[in-house]
């Protein structure tokens, strides 16, 4: 079993549809939580970052943590064209000095105009 | 955040050959680690590059073969050596800013062996 689950999709919606994005892990010491977006040809942008349990929003995108499930979410609102991408999950814990990332596999989004 | 440069980003190359990626980043930053990404997969971290020592592998991943300079704050390279068509991936380069702060990322280098 992988440390950290994604569903690879893809997932195809229609512009202007509330998306949800999730991972799951199975390493409680994870305790800093990321959302990168890449685009075809391109590197992992941040996208959304989190510590520890909770909710962050910014504009259109909101991200959840809840350790208790070893569960996180990221929510796009009002999805448009340019929000197709891959999203991946990330995660780090808290005493990993040398800064180790794990990643989930992946989902690929598609929003149709 | 901070601008990472990765050259090349794509290069196309002949099997047993070798080639060396270079990332420069526009300000001095602590950490610096080189990622794999085959083909519609996620990421693996191949190592991190220490400042005037020698960068730290993970697992899978050798000095020999992926052999990683890290002259100062702001620059690093891989060498990718003696390749073969398993090594056609994309590389990546990505910073640090030590303690809490996320790790950002370079588009990458595409490479494919013929």
């Known amino acids: 079993q992988k440390e950290v689950e994604q569903d690879p999709g893809p997932l195809s919606v229609p512009e202007g549809a509330i998306v949800s994005l999730n991972c799951t892990y199975s390493?409680?010491?994870?305790?800093?939580f990321m959302w990168y977006r890449q685009y075809s040809r391109k590197g992992p942008e941040l996208l959304m970052y989190?510590?520890?349990?909770g909710n962050k929003e910014d504009g259109r995108f909101t991200a959840q943590v809840d350790k208790s499930s070893k569960y996180i979410s990221l929510f796009i609102r009002d999805s448009q064209p340019s929000d197709s991408a891959t999203y991946l999950c990330?995660?780090?814990?808290?005493?990993?000095?040398?800064?180790?990332?794990?990643f989930g596999g992946g989902t690929r989004l598609m929003v149709k105009p | 955040s901070a601008v990472i440069s990765q050259k090349p980003s794509r290069d196309i190359c002949q099997r047993g050959t070798s080639l060396t990626i270079q990332c420069q980043v526009d300000?001095?930053?602590?950490?610096m680690f080189w990622y794999r990404q085959q083909p519609g997969q996620s990421l693996t971290l191949i190592a991190t590059?220490?400042?005037?020592?020698?960068?730290?592998?993970e697992s899978g991943f050798v000095i020999d073969k992926f052999p990683i300079s890290r002259p100062n704050l702001t620059f690093s390279t891989l060498t990718v050596s003696n390749m073969s068509p398993e090594d056609s991936s994309i590389y990546l380069c990505?910073?640090?800013?030590?303690?809490?702060?996320?790790?950002?990322f370079g588009d990458g280098t595409r490479l494919s062996i013929l």
């Open positions: 990330a995660m780090r814990a808290l005493l990993d000095a040398g800064n180790m990332l794990t």
């Open positions: 390493n409680s010491a994870f305790q800093y």
């Open positions: 990505s910073v640090g800013f030590g303690g809490d702060q996320p790790q950002h």
């Open positions: 989190t510590y520890s349990s």
């Open positions: 300000s001095q930053v602590t950490m």
């Open positions: 590059a220490n400042q005037g020592s020698e960068a730290t592998y």
